[in-house]
């Protein structure tokens, strides 16, 4: 089975530091990730992606993620937060037998001023 | 390009009731997947359709969830006898289908209440 975790349903930050949101993957083989994110009342947009290319995958708006194998993880990164940058951010995988995404439940991001 | 749209954007019905929800994907995608976000989740795969064929329906709840994609283009999520635990947000997404784990492009959703 394959499936998510992110850690950490809520993270703040203030305006100018470091984002980092949690995402851990748990598969039998390599998976492709996704991450995306939510803005009240919008749909789902996507930031990035990786499908087994380059480890370190950069995304729209400044947000880039890192696979790493050895840890299982795919978090997302950006190193200067915005408060546009408040949202929902949903780290997903695709199963292996198909196209349906796997999301995880979710990080809300607040950024304070 | 427009983008996916879905109609209603709220819908409130009384249990027991029979609802639709409409999903218009982007012009040209092959792909189209249905999705239930629950208060705090993240969304739940219900259904994909590959043209006009649900290629996996694995992930609707129960036989009170149906779903059509008759030409290919617009899918209707159809909802019987609504219960107040299908309250969600229902999403679609569309993607062109050239392989496998193509970007899929979401609507706003529909926000459904079971009163």
């Known amino acids: 089975a394959q499936s998510v975790t992110q850690l950490g349903s809520h993270v703040s930050v203030s305006e100018g530091a470091l984002v980092l949101l949690r995402c851990n993957y748990s598969?039998?083989?390599?998976?492709?990730l996704f991450w995306y994110v939510q803005y009240p009342n919008q749909g789902l947009q996507l930031l990035l992606k990786?499908?087994?290319?380059?480890?370190l995958v950069k995304g729209i708006n400044g947000f880039e993620a890192e696979f790493k194998k050895s840890e299982t993880s795919f978090h997302l990164t950006k190193p200067s937060a915005h408060m546009s940058d408040a949202a929902e951010y949903f780290c997903?995988?695709?199963?292996?037998?198909?196209?349906?995404?796997?999301f995880g439940t979710g990080t809300s991001l607040t950024v304070i001023p | 390009g427009a983008g996916v749209s879905q109609t209603p954007s709220n819908k409130v019905t009384e249990k027991g009731k029979y609802v639709e929800l409409r999903c218009d994907p982007i012009?040209?995608?092959?792909?189209l997947y249905w999705y239930r976000q629950s208060l705090g989740q993240g969304p739940e795969f219900l259904i994909y359709?590959?043209?006009?064929?649900?290629?996996?329906d694995s992930g609707l709840p129960n036989d009170r969830f149906f779903a059509v994609r008759p030409e290919g283009s617009v899918s209707t999520l159809k909802i019987q006898r609504t219960e107040r635990g299908d309250s969600a947000v229902y999403l679609c997404?569309?993607?062109?289908?050239?392989?496998?784990?193509?970007?899929?492009?979401f609507g706003p959703g529909t926000r459904l209440l079971v009163l």
């Open positions: 997404a569309s993607s062109p289908d050239r392989g496998f784990a193509e970007t899929q492009y």
């Open positions: 598969s039998s083989v390599p998976p492709y």
């Open positions: 990786y499908t087994s290319a380059a480890t």
């Open positions: 997903a995988v695709i199963k292996n037998t198909g196209n349906q995404f796997y």
């Open positions: 012009s040209g995608h092959t792909a």
């Open positions: 359709f590959q043209g006009t064929g649900a290629a996996d």
